[in-house]
């Protein structure tokens, strides 16, 4: 076998390889026997099939083409490592003679893996300071906690104030028509003078109203309304006081600190929320820390980043985000067109994104080859073990699934690529 290989633009290389005519025509025989078996010829017993008549029945080409099938990836195979070029992508073959008594000539054009000049990593160095958890964090979170214990209690007066809680039944006309909002006929709570969540706009109108009046306030339906036929247009929401509430938090006593989570005291309440809080700060912390390394290395890193992977990336963005959109009961294309974009321009929008993160996987590569990290059989088979425990599958039936459809590589790179930001981490925060 004979291969040469070119590099191409945006990291492609051609590979131009030749098998010789001998190993093609044990291939020609192995097809024939292989075919002789498969095709039905009257007359014939399965396999007995001579080889001028199976050609006849079914034509040359394709005994030829059924031989290719089993000699172009394996000479590509051979190729790869007689060139020691390093494909990251499926090849595309081209079959330019294929004659038998001749050589088998065939082209392969495949992206590999660009090559990475690294920083002087090591010498980097981030500030690394977590922030401190102060007693407005815990008194913060504690009153969270207070608000979602509390009652809404009945207020004794008939105005209603900017803030009071209002029992409010609405119901909404748009071009004439009743709008379905979803609540029947019974009465929904509105704070007044709050436009935080009040997606029909009625919060600042109710203002001023008393208990049992009536009012029409004039609304624009939300764009992300279910009904898309009234979504972003005006209308009249109907109002009826029904009734003012106040929201009464409980006070914080040894009770309430039971209540909630069997503490004993305020004070051992306090301290087990501060560790709380402490643990997610510095989770936050250390993810944004090591993103924030990983940004700068890249950076002073030089890679020349195959196009083609950042398309794709953008592709998968735009996937997920169609997705969640869809989730939300709304489409791309209103998207775009409430935002005045077409799918070109929202593409562009993700490109820088999309190409520091094809970048960053290639540096973060480059630098675990350095560094010589591996998947260990027991760290793999950890993630395995997690992911058939919430399957609620066998480990071995789990195990086997990812390993046939290729996902043990994807885990085995996981943990390779957090080692891999665990050590960029320490060593930037000079450990």
Do not use: W
């Amino acid at each position: 076998m004979k291969a040469t290989v070119e590099k191409l633009e945006d990291s492609f290389a051609h590979l131009s390889i030749e098998v010789d005519e001998d190993r093609f025509q044990r291939s020609l025989d192995e097809s024939y026997h292989r075919l002789s078996y498969r095709v039905r010829v009257p007359g014939f017993r399965k396999g007995r099939v001579p080889r001028q008549i199976l050609e006849m029945r079914i034509g040359k080409e394709t005994l030829i083409e059924d031989a290719l099938k089993e000699i172009i990836p394996e000479a590509y195979v051979e190729a790869v490592k007689e060139t020691g070029i390093d494909p990251i992508d499926e090849p595309e073959f081209t079959v330019t003679e294929a004659e038998e008594g001749k050589p088998v000539k065939f082209d392969a054009k495949v992206l590999v893996r660009p090559e990475v000049k690294l920083p002087d990593y090591k010498e980097i160095r981030i500030e690394r300071e977590i922030p401190e958890v102060s007693d407005e964090d815990v008194d913060r979170q504690i009153q969270i906690l207070r608000e979602n214990q509390a009652v809404f209690v009945t207020v004794d007066r008939d105005d209603v104030a900017d803030g009071d809680f209002v029992l409010v039944k609405i119901s909404v006309t748009c071009e004439g028509q009743l709008v379905d909002l979803g609540i029947g006929d019974e009465p929904v709570l509105v704070q007044a003078g709050n436009e935080k969540g009040d997606f029909l706009g009625i919060s600042k109108g109710i203002v001023g109203l008393k208990t049992g009046e009536e009012a029409e306030i004039e609304i624009t339906l939300p764009e992300e309304f279910t009904d898309t036929e009234v979504a972003g247009k005006q209308g009249i929401a109907s109002v009826k006081i029904e009734g003012i509430r106040e929201k009464e938090l409980p006070e914080l006593t040894e009770e309430f600190t039971k209540a909630i989570g069997g503490f004993e005291s305020v004070d051992a309440m306090r301290q087990r929320i501060r560790e709380i809080i402490e643990k997610s700060v510095k989770e936050r912390f250390e993810t944004e820390y090591i993103n924030k390394v990983v940004d700068k290395i890249t950076e002073e890193a030089e890679v020349d980043v195959p196009e083609i992977l950042v398309e794709r990336q953008i592709d998968r963005t735009l996937r997920d985000f169609e997705a969640n959109l869809v989730e939300q009961g709304l489409s791309l294309d209103g998207y775009l067109e409430s935002c005045g974009l077409d799918k070109e321009a929202l593409r562009s929008n993700y490109r820088d994104e999309a190409y520091k993160g094809v970048k960053a996987e290639f540096v973060l590569e480059a630098i675990a080859k350095a560094e010589g990290f591996e998947a260990s059989d027991d760290e793999v088979n950890e993630k395995v073990k997690l992911l058939a425990d919430y399957r609620e599958s066998p480990f071995e039936d789990m195990k086997e699934l990812l390993t046939q459809s290729g996902r043990i590589r994807q885990i085995e790179g996981a943990i390779i690529r957090e080692k891999t930001r665990k050590r960029l981490a320490e060593l930037a925060g000079g450990e």
